[in-house]
Nanobody, 116 residues
């Protein structure tokens, strides 16, 4: 099955940190694509929060700038999201996908809950 698999989520207190990982199935050659992390909360549209292009240049939505860091390992077909200074509003299911996203590639996501 061609898709991404996210991991690393969990329950963390406000101000805490988590690192998410994303593994691509062998059929997806992620090294050729801009990659991104997305998140979704109930009742809201999925939001793209961070991207990394082929040269490693990154971009972030304003709400996570200075707190989140996206990185990629093309050799291992992996994508990462380091999250620090987490806030309650970061609570969401986090997904990875190409940019722009391909619907067929959505995985199950990983739940991040920020709560005391």
């Amino acid at each position: 099955q061609v898709q991404f698999e996210e991991s690393g989520g969990g329950l963390v207190q406000p101000g805490g940190s988590l690192t998410l990982s994303c593994a691509a199935s062998a059929a997806i050659s992620t090294r050729y694509y801009v990659m991104g992390w997305y998140r979704q909360t109930p009742g809201k549209q999925r939001e793209r929060v961070a991207t990394v292009d082929l040269s490693g240049m990154t971009n972030y939505v304003d709400s996570v700038k200075g707190r989140f860091t996206i990185s990629r390992d093309n050799a291992k077909q992996m994508l990462f999201l380091q999250m620090t200074s987490l806030k309650s509003e970061d609570t969401a299911i986090y997904y990875c996908n190409r940019v722009p996203a391909l619907p067929a590639y959505w995985g199950q996501g990983t739940q991040v809950t920020v709560s005391s």
